[in-house]
């Protein structure tokens, strides 16, 4: 996809792009932590949406399912990353998250493919052509370049009414989804150091290998991997971006540079500053894809993942990795004759 394609039909358009673009590579997308493609009528979609009659309870994320963050320098650190020594399993450690989240500091999702899981106690209304929710992040722009680390966003629908992310996932499109140095469905595993002070090393579906660097300058932990995990090894799954990490030439500073839209902790178009926080990127539950990267509508969702989406190191910056600092609904609301807004 050239990047001034605009695509006005988008189902037709998004076939012949996936024929054109090799969607996804041989070799990525077998693991059994890709979601599926679901059914049609079993993906929960509608024509009809849904109009809320009482405010909801919290515009917060109230609850944390899951956090499995891959390697990183933030992972297990008891000083800068404000972990504690007794998260010693996947419930201690959302736990954790949520509380941080709770007072909006950072979670690290750690390098690729680590995600959260979080849970909103009422249902985010697709607006069909507004932002519709938003993300904390800690991204930044400065005069040395700036600190974009995309996070691709996921959302479920709670389409069996059990409190619960156990239905389909979506990805929303952020604007490099149909790009063909995009990766969907890439799996990375990573391994548990053999011992303290050491990298963690990595293999992935490409038949790539490479290790995430341990910082001893700056952090201290025994090891980048998560300490909550019990195998020794673990696989991460999920669409990969062309990073866009870099060092200036002139000035040796590292620069992780924006994205246009769609992705969490990111400088991009749909930035903001929101309810006292600095950084925040809206998204819209019509940007929507399965897995076949076609359009899905619903009506609302209950629960988002982030995960980091791009796989890189920025010397002594060390890895490329999402953080969240909170998930706020924006409670836009639909309007009569709303239709499902197409982007160009
Ligand atoms: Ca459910
Ligand atoms: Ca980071
Ligand atoms: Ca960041």
Known sequence: ??????????????????????????????????????????????????????????????????????????????????????????????????????????????????????GFDHEVVNSREDYDFAIFGNAFLNATGGSSEPGSVWVMQDANTNGLPDDTWYELRGSDYYDPTTIHGYSITYFRPSAPGQPVEWRDCLGASGSIDYLKAFHTQDYYYPAWIADDSYTLTGTRLQARTASDPQTGFWVNAPFAWGYADN????????????QANRFRISDAVDAEGNPVELSAISFVKVQTAVLAQAGSLGEVSTEVLGFYDLMTQPADNAVPMIRE
């Not at 189902?11 to 932590?33: E, H, M, N, Q, R």
């Open 1 to 118: 996809m050239t990047p001034g394609f605009k695509y006005t039909v988008v189902k037709d358009t998004v076939f012949l792009l996936l024929a054109a673009a090799s969607f996804c590579i041989p070799g990525c997308g077998g693991d059994s932590d890709f979601p599926a493609p679901e059914p049609y009528e079993s993906a929960g979609r509608s024509e009809t949406t849904d109009v809320r009659t009482e405010p909801p309870a919290n515009r917060y994320a109230t609850e944390v399912f899951e956090y499995t963050p891959a390697p990183g320098q933030y992972i297990n650190d008891t000083r800068t990353g404000g972990m504690t020594a007794d998260m010693t399993s996947p419930e201690e450690a959302a736990l954790w998250a949520k509380d941080r989240l709770g007072r909006k500091l950072f979670v690290s999702l750690g390098a690729f493919g680590g995600y959260i899981t979080v």
């Open 267 to 278: 400088m991009g178009e749909d930035c903001t500053a929101l309810d006292g926080m600095p």
